[in-house]
Protein backbone atom coordinates (compact mmCIF):
# COMPACT_ATOMS: atom_id res chain seq x y z
CA UNK A 1 0.00 0.00 0.00
CA UNK A 2 1.45 3.19 -0.67
CA UNK A 3 0.53 6.55 0.82
CA UNK A 4 -1.14 9.58 -0.90
CA UNK A 5 1.90 12.11 -1.02
CA UNK A 6 3.79 8.37 -2.98
CA UNK A 7 1.00 8.22 -5.79
CA UNK A 8 0.79 12.31 -5.94
CA UNK A 9 4.85 12.46 -6.21
CA UNK A 10 4.54 9.70 -9.23
CA UNK A 11 1.69 10.85 -10.60
CA UNK A 12 3.13 14.45 -10.84
CA UNK A 13 6.63 12.76 -12.07
CA UNK A 14 7.71 14.28 -15.88
CA UNK A 15 4.89 17.27 -15.30
CA UNK A 16 5.26 20.64 -15.43
CA UNK A 17 3.91 21.45 -11.84
CA UNK A 18 3.71 25.06 -10.71
CA UNK A 19 6.17 28.64 -11.54
CA UNK A 20 5.69 32.38 -11.32
CA UNK A 21 2.63 32.31 -13.83
CA UNK A 22 0.63 29.61 -11.58
CA UNK A 23 0.88 32.28 -8.81
CA UNK A 24 -0.27 34.81 -11.30
CA UNK A 25 -3.05 33.00 -12.50
CA UNK A 26 -4.41 32.48 -9.21
CA UNK A 27 -4.50 36.04 -7.94
CA UNK A 28 -5.93 36.46 -10.96
CA UNK A 29 -8.67 33.83 -10.29
CA UNK A 30 -9.39 35.12 -6.86
CA UNK A 31 -9.59 38.87 -8.02
CA UNK A 32 -11.99 38.06 -10.81
CA UNK A 33 -14.13 35.75 -8.41
CA UNK A 34 -14.32 37.96 -5.95
CA UNK A 35 -15.22 40.98 -8.17
CA UNK A 36 -18.00 38.65 -9.81
CA UNK A 37 -19.25 38.21 -6.14
CA UNK A 38 -20.28 41.85 -6.50
CA UNK A 39 -21.46 42.06 -10.24
CA UNK A 40 -22.69 38.89 -10.92
CA UNK A 41 -21.53 38.46 -14.72
CA UNK A 42 -21.81 35.20 -16.88
CA UNK A 43 -19.18 36.45 -18.48
CA UNK A 44 -16.63 36.44 -15.18
CA UNK A 45 -18.00 33.57 -13.95
CA UNK A 46 -16.91 31.86 -18.01
CA UNK A 47 -13.26 33.50 -17.57
CA UNK A 48 -13.16 32.34 -13.72
CA UNK A 49 -13.62 28.56 -14.97
CA UNK A 50 -11.28 29.23 -17.96
CA UNK A 51 -8.77 30.28 -15.68
CA UNK A 52 -9.22 27.64 -13.09
CA UNK A 53 -8.97 25.05 -16.38
CA UNK A 54 -5.93 26.51 -17.67
CA UNK A 55 -3.88 26.55 -14.38
CA UNK A 56 -4.62 23.05 -13.73
CA UNK A 57 -3.71 21.93 -17.50
CA UNK A 58 -0.13 23.99 -17.08
CA UNK A 59 0.09 22.22 -14.15
CA UNK A 60 -0.39 18.77 -15.12
CA UNK A 61 1.53 19.29 -18.76
CA UNK A 62 3.94 17.30 -19.99
CA UNK A 63 5.03 20.11 -22.46
CA UNK A 64 7.48 21.30 -20.07
CA UNK A 65 9.32 22.98 -22.54
CA UNK A 66 6.42 24.87 -23.84
CA UNK A 67 5.09 25.44 -20.40
CA UNK A 68 8.50 26.71 -19.39
CA UNK A 69 8.21 29.42 -22.51
CA UNK A 70 5.01 30.91 -21.51
CA UNK A 71 6.17 31.37 -17.88
CA UNK A 72 9.60 32.97 -19.28
CA UNK A 73 7.23 35.66 -21.73
CA UNK A 74 5.32 36.13 -18.99
CA UNK A 75 8.46 37.15 -16.37
CA UNK A 76 9.67 39.39 -19.13
CA UNK A 77 6.17 41.17 -18.94
CA UNK A 78 6.00 41.20 -15.10
CA UNK A 79 9.82 41.81 -14.20
CA UNK A 80 9.75 45.98 -15.13
CA UNK A 81 6.18 45.78 -14.01
CA UNK A 82 7.17 44.94 -10.60
CA UNK A 83 10.69 46.88 -10.41
CA UNK A 84 8.38 50.27 -10.88
CA UNK A 85 6.38 49.01 -8.39
CA UNK A 86 9.40 48.79 -5.62
CA UNK A 87 10.97 51.88 -6.64
CA UNK A 88 7.66 53.98 -6.19
CA UNK A 89 6.85 51.85 -2.63
CA UNK A 90 10.85 53.47 -2.47
CA UNK A 91 10.02 56.76 -2.85
CA UNK A 92 7.04 57.14 -0.97
CA UNK A 93 9.33 55.24 1.94
CA UNK A 94 11.90 58.17 1.47
CA UNK A 95 9.61 61.08 0.96
CA UNK A 96 10.60 62.94 4.13
CA UNK A 97 14.68 61.99 3.02
CA UNK A 98 15.10 61.95 -0.12
CA UNK A 99 13.99 62.80 -4.14
CA UNK A 100 14.46 60.09 -6.69
CA UNK A 101 14.93 61.92 -10.19
CA UNK A 102 15.74 60.94 -13.50
CA UNK A 103 19.24 61.72 -15.38
CA UNK A 104 17.79 63.23 -18.84
CA UNK A 105 21.13 61.83 -20.67
CA UNK A 106 20.88 58.32 -19.52
CA UNK A 107 17.08 58.16 -18.33
CA UNK A 108 18.82 56.12 -14.85
CA UNK A 109 16.85 57.20 -11.43
CA UNK A 110 19.03 58.74 -9.12
CA UNK A 111 18.03 58.93 -5.48
CA UNK A 112 19.10 62.58 -3.74
CA UNK A 113 19.61 63.97 -0.76
CA UNK A 114 16.38 66.40 0.13
CA UNK A 115 17.57 69.70 -0.10
CA UNK A 116 15.24 72.23 -1.29
CA UNK A 117 16.46 74.67 -3.92
CA UNK A 118 18.22 74.45 -7.73
CA UNK A 119 21.65 71.88 -7.51
CA UNK A 120 23.44 70.91 -10.25
CA UNK A 121 23.84 67.14 -10.16
CA UNK A 122 26.68 64.90 -11.66
CA UNK A 123 24.98 61.58 -12.51
CA UNK A 124 27.16 58.58 -11.23
CA UNK A 125 26.25 56.52 -14.61
CA UNK A 126 27.21 58.76 -17.03
CA UNK A 127 29.08 61.27 -15.36
CA UNK A 128 27.17 64.23 -17.25
CA UNK A 129 25.59 67.05 -14.86
CA UNK A 130 22.19 68.06 -15.06
CA UNK A 131 20.33 70.28 -13.19
CA UNK A 132 17.47 69.68 -10.48
CA UNK A 133 14.79 71.92 -8.22
CA UNK A 134 13.72 70.42 -5.41
CA UNK A 135 10.70 72.32 -4.01
CA UNK A 136 10.13 70.63 -0.59
ZN1 LIG B 1 23.10 59.80 -16.52
Sequence with gaps: MRNFKEKLTSFMYGRYGIDQLYYASFVAFFI????????????????????LIWMIFRTLSRNIYKRRMENEKFMRIWNPIKAKGSLNIRRIKEMKTHRFRRCPHCKTVLRLPRKSGKHTV???????????RVML
Design 32 to 51: VTIFNTIIGSSFLNFLVWVI
Design 122 to 132: KCPTCKQEFKV
